[in-house]
């Protein structure tokens, strides 16, 4: 019994909300895990699942605000501006075999890596990054020595950089190190540079790793049941629903309280699950199942109370709706999935902080062009 099986049979045995462990609730239930991101009552510390480092939360929050946008739109404007070339890029990366989902973590990384970093001997760490770090079962493959030297060297080298990059006067952000690069206050201590380096880490993970394990699992769920109805949207949609990358958001609660008749401590954490929200079934009819027509007439019942594939709240991934609208651009450049063949070589999903769609390999044939559908 893998975790996330584990997690159906507590929520089976005692409900949504359940203890995970001594000392570890796990929420499932939709409303209070809402009201538990959006921080209601002040009850659990200031937290935010992209901003925060190991030498604490990166702020003031209209610093995180000011990044997050001006990251945002740098990405959007570079992936429209390649949006003529992307065709080739797709057809040239994803042949008609390929490994999954390796293939669409590398094909995002290589349609953004210019506006991620610049050529160089930081570009060739940071490409070590994604494919020791990112990929699904990376970790697994490497040491922990090996993981712990390759963490070292690109911290100590993004830090550099990004020191180095302070002192110029930067009109519009190149990449996305310029954009963290002025977010760092004239004479901030190396304790800030270091806290951007980890968010550089974290927009690296999200662009290559997030998003590229969101385009496999959309490529997985149709390719293994083509029969499927509804458009591209819905199968994105659905793949979030089904398999959400971000399952799991933890909170440290910042006084004592009772959620839903239980009493936290301030010593307890608090699990917010959104595979758990996504599968109520008072919600989603059928919740288990695949089932992309559930969207095709706007949102769902279950879509605008029970669904939090990007958190919720103050803290909700901005990029969001670009990360989505992204996915459906690669699905729109594959042939047709009457015309895929998808082979997996495993059954179960990679858990780890990203819930990453097994391993598999998709096999097309014909024209490039009939929208993935």
Partial sequence: MDELETLDDLRARHGPIFQRGPGVLYVGEPAEAKAVLANTGSRYREHS?????????????STQ????????????????????????????????????????????????????????KLRGLVDQVVRHAVLAGARDRRSVLSRAVLRSRIRRALVAELSRRRTRDVRAPADLLDVLAAAAPDGAPRTVLVQLAEVFLSFLFAVTGSTGFLLGWSVYLLGSEPEARGDLAGVVREALRLWPVAWNFGRSPAEPHRLAGTEVTTSDEVVVCSYLVHRDSRFWPDPDEFRPERWSAGPPRGGTEAFIPFGWGTHACVAAGFAVQLVEDVLRLLPPAERWRVEAHRHRPHV??????????????GSRTGGGR
């Fill in 65 to 120: 605000q000011e990044i997050g946008r001006v990251a945002r739109n740098l990405l959007r404007d570079h992936w429209t501006a390649r949006s003529s070339r992307l065709a080739a890029t797709v057809e040239r990366e994803i042949g008609p075999d390929s490994r999954w989902p390796d293939a669409g973590n590398l094909l995002l990384y290589k349609c953004f890596r210019d506006v991620l970093v610049p050529e160089g």
């Fill in 49 to 61: 699942d992209f901003f925060q480092t190991g030498k604490g939360l990166l702020g003031p929050r």
């Fill in 352 to 365: 780890a902080a990203a819930l990453a769609p097994p391993d598999f390999t998709l096999r097309t044939n």
